[in-house]
């Protein structure tokens, strides 16, 4: 019986042949990021409170509009029907059933309305910048006719990282799945059979690797949804963000799968919260795992929390329900973590539940 992240994550090892496992566990270079990660979550010691009167805790928050039930949403993770063949329409409606939200990939191996239509409305839509600003434009507006409430431009993406066991395994997208939403009418040469056999050089064919801060007034510009930037880490950046008309900041170092030896996310949010001062939303992912991690980066400045891997893995092992086990596991832990630290509600989650804080970064 599965009961925690760990349990689904075993079984998923088991489960996944080697080639999309690696795709889905692994990191660039020594895969230090990927444990960092971790590491900078787990050295963050919480203070537990008595006497404090605290029975049920309101977790629910606001983001961007959307009530969620508790701080946490599911982050973008590709070809989710390596992991389970109902795929992201799986996890979409596991999310849609926990009160969260989804941010649907542009890889993503569903058709977006299919996904849309199972996560009830609730989902952004993460976009990569293709050199081609048709197709750019294109995907925007399919993200908007089904329903997305937020773009999420991936913004820390100047180079492809190194990802060995990749590399190692020779990994392919399984001829059966389709990337639903790069095939566009008319353009058949846009999407074609070559990135099976190297999708790092089909990614390097198509993306635009050059963005700078007037790329994210463009897409402000083609689109009224909110922009979200996701892959910030350093508080100029997040600063810069905000002044290019970002509605929120996403910390995140890309799972480890890009820059390796970069610094656990849990170790810069302090800087980058302190930098944007309130004034957008601030969701922050980084290998969490637990409620608890989940309140560490609220304490820390985040509004929301996002989960990847953990939820991937759940899927993988148990599909829809797995996932929805996992989700609903996860906001138990978040309202006992309130409970335990004194908090009636996540407004009242602050750096004061927190021993020894961490210095910013």
Same mark, same amino acid.
């Not at 799945?177 to 999407?191: A, N």
């Not at 630290?341 to 021993?355: D, E, L, T, Y």
């Given at each position: 019986?599965?009961?925690?992240?760990t349990?689904?994550?075993? =079984?998923?090892?088991?489960?996944?042949?080697?080639?999309p496992?690696?795709?889905?566990?692994?990191?660039?270079?020594?895969?230090?990021?990927?444990? @960092?990660?971790?590491?900078?979550?787990?050295?963050?010691? %919480?203070?537990w409170?008595?006497?404090?009167?605290?029975?049920?805790?309101?977790?629910?928050?606001?983001?961007?509009?959307?009530?969620?039930?508790?701080?946490?949403?599911?982050?973008?993770?590709?070809?989710?029907?390596m992991?389970?063949?109902?795929g992201?329409?799986?996890?979409?409606?596991?999310?849609?059933?926990?009160?969260?939200?989804?941010?649907?990939?542009?890889t993503?191996?569903?058709?977006?309305?299919d996904?849309?239509?199972?996560?009830?409305?609730?989902f952004w839509?993460?976009l990569?910048?293709?050199?081609?600003?048709?197709?750019?434009?294109?995907?925007?507006?399919?993200?908007?006719?089904?329903?997305?409430?937020?773009i999420?431009?991936?913004?820390?993406?100047?180079a492809?990282?190194?990802?060995?066991r +990749?590399?190692?395994?020779?990994?392919?997208l399984?001829?059966?799945?389709?990337?639903?939403?790069?095939?566009?009418?008319?353009?058949?040469?846009?999407?074609? &059979?070559r990135?099976?056999?190297?999708?790092?050089?089909f990614?390097?064919?198509?993306?635009?690797?050059?963005l700078?801060? @007037?790329?994210?007034?463009? %897409?402000?510009?083609?689109t009224?949804?909110?922009?979200?930037?996701?892959?910030? &880490?350093?508080?100029?950046d997040? +600063?810069? =963000?905000v002044?290019s008309g970002?509605? =929120?900041?996403?910390?995140?170092?890309?799972?480890?799968?890009?820059?390796?030896?970069?610094?656990?996310? =849990? +170790?810069?949010?302090?800087?980058?919260?302190?930098?944007?001062?309130?004034?957008?939303?601030?969701?922050?992912?980084?290998?969490?795992?637990?409620?608890?991690?989940?309140?560490?980066?609220?304490?820390?400045?985040?509004?929301?929390?996002?989960?990847?891997?953990?939820?991937?893995?759940?899927?993988?092992a148990?599909?829809?329900?797995?996932?929805?086990?996992?989700?609903?596991?996860?906001?138990?832990?978040v309202?006992?973590?309130?409970? %335990?630290? &004194?908090?009636?509600?996540?407004?009242?989650?602050?750096?004061?539940?927190?021993?020894?804080?961490?210095?910013?970064?």
């Open positions: 019986m599965y009961r925690n992240h349990d689904y994550e075993t =079984a998923a090892r088991r489960l996944l042949p080697e080639g496992l690696g795709y889905f566990a692994g990191g660039s270079l020594d895969e230090s990021t990927v444990a @960092e990660n971790r590491a900078a979550l787990a050295r963050i010691k %919480l203070r409170r008595a006497l404090a009167g605290i029975t049920a805790p309101d977790t629910s928050v606001d983001l961007l509009g959307t009530r969620l039930a508790y701080p946490v949403i599911v982050a973008p993770v590709a070809f989710q029907c992991a389970h063949p109902d992201e329409t799986a996890m979409a409606r596991a999310v849609a059933a926990a009160g969260s939200l989804m941010v649907l990939s542009t993503s191996t569903c058709p977006v309305p996904v849309a239509t199972a996560s009830r409305g609730a839509f993460q990569y910048m293709m050199k081609d600003r048709g197709i750019t434009t294109e995907l925007v507006r399919r993200a908007e006719s089904a329903g997305a409430r937020a999420a431009l991936t913004a820390d993406v100047p492809w990282g190194r990802r060995e +990749d590399m190692r395994s020779n990994f392919a399984p001829a059966h799945l389709v990337i639903h939403s790069l095939v566009i009418p008319g353009r058949e040469d846009f999407y074609d &059979g990135f099976r056999s190297d999708l790092a050089a990614i390097g064919s198509r993306l635009d690797f050059g700078t801060w @007037e790329d994210v007034a463009w %897409l402000r510009s083609i009224n949804l909110p922009v979200v930037v996701k892959g910030i &880490g350093h508080p100029d997040a +600063d810069e =963000a002044s970002a509605s =929120a900041v996403w910390v995140s170092n890309h799972g480890g799968r890009q820059l390796d030896s970069a610094a656990g996310v =849990a +170790d810069v949010l302090p800087g980058i919260a302190e930098a944007v001062s309130g004034r957008v939303p601030i969701i922050a992912d980084g290998s969490v795992c637990r409620g608890t991690d989940v309140v560490k980066l609220l304490a820390l400045g985040a509004t929301t929390a996002a989960v990847g891997r953990s939820a991937l893995w759940a899927l993988a148990g599909g829809e329900e797995g996932a929805t086990s996992m989700l609903s596991t996860l906001h138990l832990e309202t006992n973590a309130l409970s %335990l630290c &004194g908090c009636q509600n996540i407004r009242a989650v602050s750096k004061s539940i927190i021993f020894d804080q961490p210095t910013n970064r």
